[in-house]
Nanobody, 125 residues
Framework: QVQLVESGGGLVQAGGSLRLSCAAS????????MGWFRQAPGKEREPVAA????????YYADSVKGRFTISRDNAKNTGYLQMNSLKPEDTAVYYC??????????????????WGQGTQVTVSS
């Protein structure tokens, strides 16, 4: 069992920055990769970024490449999503996700093993 708790969402103006955190707990954390998804109103939940346990491999959706950075601190069992140059279209609920290491780095929402509760990010124009 893995528990994920996000924090760091909020309201920011376009062009601003936010950093999301995801605190993980559980006995088998090393068996899971960490990722971030988001879901805007009326849209499906989509993958935003993912990172392997070692941090050596990452994935970014095309819409966030060059603006978002995913990282993890294994000593603290915490993952991060640094979001810069935010745009109004980034407005969504952002979810931290844990995906078993045997799955591909990039998976759809249906393949996620554990979810956080979500944190709202609102970008005003």
């Amino acid at each position: 069992q893995v528990q994920l708790v996000e924090s760091g969402g909020g309201l920011v103006q376009a062009g601003g920055s936010l950093r999301l955190s995801c605190a993980a707990s559980g006995r088998t954390l090393s068996s899971y990769r960490m990722g971030w998804f988001r879901q805007a109103p009326g849209k499906e939940r989509e993958p935003v970024a993912a990172i392997t346990w070692s941090g050596g491999n990452t994935y970014y959706a095309d819409s966030v490449k060059g603006r978002f950075t995913i990282s993890r601190d294994n000593a603290k069992n915490t993952g991060y999503l640094q979001m810069n140059s935010l745009k109004p279209e980034d407005t969504a609920v952002y979810y931290c996700a844990a995906v078993h290491v045997l799955r591909p780095l990039v998976v759809g929402a249906g393949a996620v093993d554990y979810w956080g509760q979500g944190t709202q990010v609102t970008v005003s124009s």
